[in-house]
């Protein structure tokens, strides 16, 4: 199957620092990303829709002023948390679709676990 | 998009076969079923996924009811290595246009 690649596995930070995730489809070209955050114990939660060439769709209660998504490439979309705080501390995950033989599957990448100190 | 119904745990020997329901009664006729796996920590996994007839890969077995309300996962010879959280969800596809909703999914522990 299509390979999601996502960088990196962990970071810790301190507040107020901006972080970013790469999120790199390895063979296949990805028009569209989706990101997702999901807290301890929980289920994932989708927070937007990467589109490239073009501006995220965040979904409702996301802040797409600081949570910054960037798809500039047909294999690269990158979110970026700015000023994070403490209670942006959790596991972010990208996922994107091969629209050639894989099109009805999404292909995840192994998450990334972000903690604000 | 039509809500998912699925137990919260459930619990399966070692090399027996796992059965994982899930309830979908208001799922529309274009909407497919899909199941995704995440184990700790990791991303999720796509396992399988159909729209009326029943489908069969080398992970797992889906079983759609005929009045498509309800499917079943099943994993044959369940192993250590299957103990994960099972996303049960439906969407409607349009397209290259759709994304999917995550419900809390059933946690599936394999015991020896």
């Known amino acids: 199957g299509a390979v999601v690649s996502q960088h990196p596995s962990w970071v810790i930070c301190k507040s107020g620092t901006s972080v970013k995730i790469e999120c790199r489809s390895l063979?296949?070209?990805?028009?569209?990303m989706f990101w997702y955050r999901q807290f301890p114990k929980q289920s994932l939660m989708l927070m937007a829709t990467?589109?490239?060439?073009?501006?995220?769709?965040?979904e409702q209660g996301v802040e797409k002023d600081k949570f910054l998504i960037n798809h500039a490439s047909l294999t690269l979309s990158t979110l970026t948390v700015t000023s994070a705080h403490p209670e942006d501390s959790s596991f972010y995950i990208c996922?994107?679709?091969?629209?050639?033989?894989?099109?009805?599957?999404?292909?995840f990448g192994s998450g990334t676990q972000l903690s604000v100190l | 998009d039509a809500k998912t119904t699925q137990p919260p745990s459930m619990d399966c020997a070692e090399g027996r076969a796992a059965n994982l329901p899930c309830n979908h009664s208001?799922?529309?006729?274009?909407?497919?079923v899909y199941w995704y796996r995440q184990i700790h920590s990791q991303g999720p996994q796509y396992i399988i996924h159909?729209?009326?007839n029943n489908e069969t890969n080398e992970m797992a077995s889906l079983i759609i009811t005929e009045d498509r309300k309800s499917s079943t996962l099943i994993l044959p010879h369940a192993t250590l290595r299957d103990t994960a959280v099972y996303y049960c969800?439906?969407?409607?596809?349009?397209?290259?246009?759709?994304?999917?909703?995550f419900g809390k999914g059933t946690l599936l522990t394999v015991n020896p």
């Open positions: 996922s994107a679709r091969n629209p050639g033989t894989d099109n009805e599957k999404l292909f």
């Open positions: 063979d296949f070209q990805a028009t569209t």
């Open positions: 990467s589109n490239e060439g073009s501006k995220a769709t965040y």
């Open positions: 208001t799922i529309s006729g274009n909407e497919y």
């Open positions: 159909g729209l009326k």
């Open positions: 969800i439906v969407k409607w596809r349009e397209g290259s246009n759709y994304k999917l909703t």
